[in-house]
């Protein structure tokens, strides 16, 4: 009767991570709880999440380096695999689910940042065209939600204009709005080797010492055209969650991070936390923050959880 804070399935968003091929299902030895899928492989896993009532996804592509170049080209070109693969998984499960983009230039470039790199620097206004390409060819390609990552200022405006311009004004736009330059991406990278080639990525993700440059990030992408307004990482951000919360009314997103989830995972297998109490109370934890959409890589966990079905992992 008192309880504060309830976590739905429907706040949970899983992560997929897609490769080129068929029969493809690998387990990542840094994040057990995640696989790389081929298509085939993962419009059965989506089938089975959907079973247990998650409909959310947000779908990143491992590409490989004979298709990368400086400017990114393969990130809409139409034999592009992850685009052809959006279509088809809509085209097969249609409104039944909420598929999710990611929008930036490190999958896709040789040097493995989110911008336009010229003599080691991030080239900011040369990187929103491109960007608006990729915008474009993702909403063609059936995704209903674009997650743009590349912390690029002026992106939201630029993103939300071309879409519109296009005929996608229902499409909407996540904003990765507060995403720290964390130590706690490596599996991901992994997942996907995208991890830049040269240098960091502090001249545009933001400093984790900085709370209310978050504000000023979020009030920016509000006046974009931003419908969600993101924070990444999430456990080890749960400050800010709370403060963008209180301060703006449209849903507040949060990437629970893999590396967040292979510590717990970590812990789980050396027995030092038992993981049917540990992940429930991180999920909700989340939540309680503020957190209305959630990506976690314990979504499906989480559904199992609550149908009394075992991990699949653990």
């Not at 990765?176 to 080797?193: H, I, M, V």
């Amino acid at each position: 009767m008192v309880k504060e804070t309830t976590l739905s399935l429907n706040n949970l968003i899983q992560p997929l991570f897609l490769v080129d091929g068929n029969q493809i299902k690998e387990t990542i030895s840094s994040l057990p709880v995640a696989k790389r899928f081929s298509l085939d492989m993962m419009l059965v896993e989506i089938q089975e999440c959907i079973n247990l009532g998650i409909v959310n996804f947000i779908l990143f592509p491992s590409i490989p380096e004979a298709k990368k170049d400086k400017i990114a080209s393969y990130s809409y070109s139409e034999d592009n695999f992850y685009l052809q693969a959006a279509n088809t998984i809509k085209a097969q499960f249609g409104a039944a689910i909420i598929l999710i983009s990611d929008v930036a230039m490190d999958p896709y470039n040789i040097d493995g940042h989110d911008g336009y790199v010229e003599d080691g620097k991030i080239l900011n206004d040369v990187t929103l065209p491109i960007l608006n390409k990729m915008a474009i060819a993702q909403a063609e390609a059936g995704f209903d939600i674009l997650g743009p990552s590349d912390m690029m200022d002026g992106r939201i405006g630029s993103i939300r204009e071309r879409l519109d311009t296009h005929g996608f004004s229902d499409t909407s736009i996540m904003s990765y709005t507060a995403k720290y330059c964390s130590a706690l991406y490596g599996p991901f990278r992994d997942a996907l080797d995208s991890a830049p080639k040269a240098g960091d990525k502090k001249t545009y993700q933001m400093d984790p010492a900085n709370k209310r440059e978050a504000l000023f990030e979020a009030q920016l992408d509000d006046i974009e055209g931003a419908d969600f307004l993101m924070v990444k990482p999430a456990l080890h951000y749960l400050d800010i969650i709370h403060v963008l919360k209180e301060k703006f009314t449209k849903p507040i997103a949060a990437y629970h991070v893999s590396g967040e989830c292979a510590m717990l995972c970590a812990a789980v297998q050396n027995g030092w936390l038992n993981y049917q109490h540990v992940m429930p109370e991180t999920l909700m934890c989340l939540r309680r923050a503020g957190v209305d959409a959630l990506i976690t890589y314990f979504a499906k966990e989480y559904a199992l959880f609550q149908a009394n079905k075992p991990s699949e992992w653990i």
